[in-house]
C-alpha cells in the first residue's frame, strides 16, 4: 500500500486545516487507517483512527470535538478536518494503514499496528 498525504500548511489559532491522505496499490488489504504527529525530539503520537468502511472512528482524547476523521471510498482517501488548531497541535503528522482487525484502543493507538506509512506534512499553527 502506497500513502500520499497532502494539506499541511501555516494557520493561526482557532483556525481549520484539512489534510488528506491518498491510498493506492492493494487497498484490499486495508482494514484501519489513522493519523499520527510528531514534534521533533518527541514520540509519534496517535491522533485518530477510521475502518477502511468508514464506520468506526477514535481519537486521542485531545482532539476530540475539534478534529474529525473520514473516508472518501469512491476516491480511496482518508480525511483530517482540524478545526480550532491550537499551537500545541503543530508537528508533522503522518498518515498510516494497517491490515489487523482488532480494535483495542492499545492496538489502534500503537504505532507498531501500521505496516504503511505516507510521507509526513507539516502543520504549523501560530499563536
Known amino acids: 500500500v502506497q500513502l500520499q498525504a497532502s494539506g499541511g500548511g501555516l494557520v493561526q489559532a482557532g483556525g481549520s486545516l484539512r489534510l488528506s491522505c491518498a491510498a493506492s496499490?492493494?487497498?484490499?488489504?486495508?482494514?484501519?487507517m489513522a493519523w499520527f504527529r510528531q514534534v521533533p525530539g518527541k514520540e509519534r503520537e496517535f491522533v485518530a483512527q477510521?475502518?477502511?468502511?468508514?464506520?468506526?472512528?477514535y481519537y486521542t482524547d485531545s482532539v476530540k470535538g475539534r478534529f474529525t476523521i473520514s473516508r472518501n471510498n469512491a476516491e480511496n482517501t482518508v480525511a483530517l478536518q482540524m478545526n480550532n488548531l491550537k499551537p500545541e497541535d503543530t508537528a508533522v503528522y503522518y498518515c498510516?494503514?494497517?491490515?489487523?482487525?482488532?480494535?483495542?484502543?492499545?492496538?489502534?493507538?500503537?504505532?507498531?499496528?501500521?505496516?504503511?506509512w505516507g510521507q509526513g506534512t507539516l502543520v504549523t499553527v501560530s499563536s
Open positions: 498510516a494503514a494497517a491490515t489487523g482487525t482488532y480494535y483495542t484502543p492499545t492496538y489502534l493507538t500503537s504505532g507498531r499496528s501500521y505496516s504503511d
Open positions: 496499490g492493494r487497498t484490499s488489504s486495508i482494514y484501519h
Open positions: 477510521i475502518t477502511w468502511t468508514g464506520r468506526i472512528t
